[in-house]
C-alpha cells in the first residue's frame, strides 16, 4: 500500500495570501487526485493528474505532478475564506478503484 | 452528476447496540462501493471493498463481524457496526465508481456517537 504524506498538516492563513500544499509518496503513482473535504461532508474531487510534470489549473488553483510521478503539489493563489477546508491527495495504490487517501492538509483562511 | 446518498448522516446510539448505515448511488449502478472511516481532524481509512453479490473485502485491521457489509444490490450497500463501542464513534463515509475509471463519487458521510 502506498503511504501519501501531505504537508503542512495544517495550515492557518490570511486572507489574499498564498499557499502551496505537498503529497509526497516513496511510490510511482499511476495518478493522482486531489479532493477538498468540508466538515461534515464527503470529499469532493477537485482534479486528476495523469502525466508525469503536468500542470493543471482550476481558477486560483494550480495542480502539479512531479516528473517522476512520486510527488504532486497544490497551489492556491490570494486565498478566500472559502477556500478552508481538508485538502487531501489520493491515489488509487495501483488497484482498481481502489484510493488511499494521504495525510491531509487543514487549511484555514482568516477573513 | 453522479450522486452518493447515505442515511442516516448523523445517529446516537447506546453501547451494545448494532447501527445500519445505507448507501445508494442514485442514478448509477455500481457493483463496487466503499467504506471509509474518519476520526476527527485525521484522513480518511478504507475499511473495505463492499462487491455486489458476493462477499465484502476488508483492509488488513479490520474486523469483517464488527463491520458487515451487504451489497445486495447494484444500487445499494449497507454497513452495520454490530455490538458498538464509544471507540466506534467515528465519520463512515462510502464511495463508488460513476463514470470515469478510479474516479469516486462520495456520499456526504454518516456520523456516529456512540455512549
Known amino acids: 500500500t502506498q503511504l501519501l504524506e501531505q504537508s503542512p498538516q495544517f495550515l492557518s492563513i490570511q486572507e489574499g495570501e498564498n499557499l502551496t500544499v505537498y503529497c509526497n509518496s516513496s511510490s510511482v503513482f499511476s495518478s493522482l487526485q486531489w479532493y477538498r473535504q468540508e466538515p461534515g461532508e464527503g470529499p469532493v474531487l477537485l482534479v486528476t493528474?495523469?502525466?508525469?510534470?503536468e500542470v493543471k489549473k482550476l481558477k486560483r488553483l494550480t495542480f502539479q505532478f512531479g516528473d517522476a510521478r512520486k510527488d504532486s503539489s497544490l497551489h492556491i493563489t490570494a486565498a478566500q475564506p472559502g477556500d478552508t477546508g481538508l485538502y487531501l491527495c489520493a491515489s488509487d495504490s495501483g488497484g482498481y478503484q481502489k484510493v488511499t487517501f494521504g495525510t491531509g492538509t487543514k487549511l484555514q483562511v482568516i477573513p | 452528476g453522479a450522486v452518493v446518498s447515505q442515511h442516516p448522516s448523523w445517529v446516537i446510539c447506546k453501547s451494545g447496540t448494532s447501527v445500519k448505515i445505507e448507501c445508494r448511488s442514485l442514478d448509477f449502478q455500481a457493483t463496487t462501493m466503499f467504506w471509509y472511516r474518519q476520526f476527527p481532524k485525521q484522513s480518511l481509512m478504507l475499511m473495505a471493498t463492499?462487491?455486489?453479490?458476493?462477499?465484502?473485502?476488508?483492509e488488513q485491521g479490520v474486523e469483517k463481524d464488527k463491520f458487515l457489509i451487504n451489497h445486495a444490490s447494484l444500487t445499494l450497500s449497507t454497513l452495520t457496526v454490530t455490538s458498538a463501542h464509544p471507540e466506534d464513534s467515528s465519520f463512515y463515509i462510502c464511495s463508488a465508481e460513476a463514470g470515469r475509471a478510479n474516479v469516486l463519487t462520495f456520499g456526504a458521510g454518516s456520523r456516529l456517537t456512540v455512549l
Open positions: 493528474v495523469v502525466t508525469g510534470g
Open positions: 463492499s462487491n455486489e453479490g458476493s462477499k465484502a473485502t476488508y
